[in-house]
């Protein structure tokens, strides 16, 4: 049975975007094209289960704090960190003072420097912090701030790769 065109995007999309298994069956320019317009359906993904692991934890009785941290790990673990590896080369790369050239070499290379290091965390402190007010307030600010920031991340993708 032949594949159906439409499904190209969203298999890109999951397939390059976070570790759902799925098949994807085409590499090119119009199904990265389609997977690039799909991007935000994969942050829905990551950001639900995010808010679902948050409010299990929450259920459980772990309070705002640790819910938060767990729906943070969860975007980190569904996307292999990709996007904290791609944070922290750009803090590094920037954070050198060197020349383009320079920069782009150190962005390249697959070991992580003070500038990224000090960047992760106080990005992954500022995204606890968030989260746990949100979730201090009320469990369903919690969890829509986790699908929020899911979508919200992967529909700049988009816009970025417009």
Known sequence: MPETPSLDGPRFAFGTLTVIPVRVHRWDRTAA?????????????????????????????TGPLLAAVASVAVPAALTRGLHLDGLADTADGLGSGKP???????????????????????????????????????????????????????LALTLAAR
Request: proline letters at 2%; glycine letters at 16%.
């Open 33 to 61: 094209r389609a997977g690039m317009l799909c991007a935000p359906l994969t942050g829905l993904a990551v950001g639900l289960a995010a808010a679902g692991l948050g409010l299990l934890f929450l259920f459980l009785g």
């Open 100 to 154: 383009a050239e320079e920069a782009l070499a150190i962005m390249k290379r697959s070991d992580i420097g003070p500038f990224g290091v000090l960047t992760l965390v106080l990005t992954l402190l500022a995204q606890v912090a968030a989260l746990t007010g949100l979730y201090g307030d009320s469990w369903a600010r919690g969890a829509l701030g986790a699908v929020v920031s899911g979508v919200a991340a992967r």
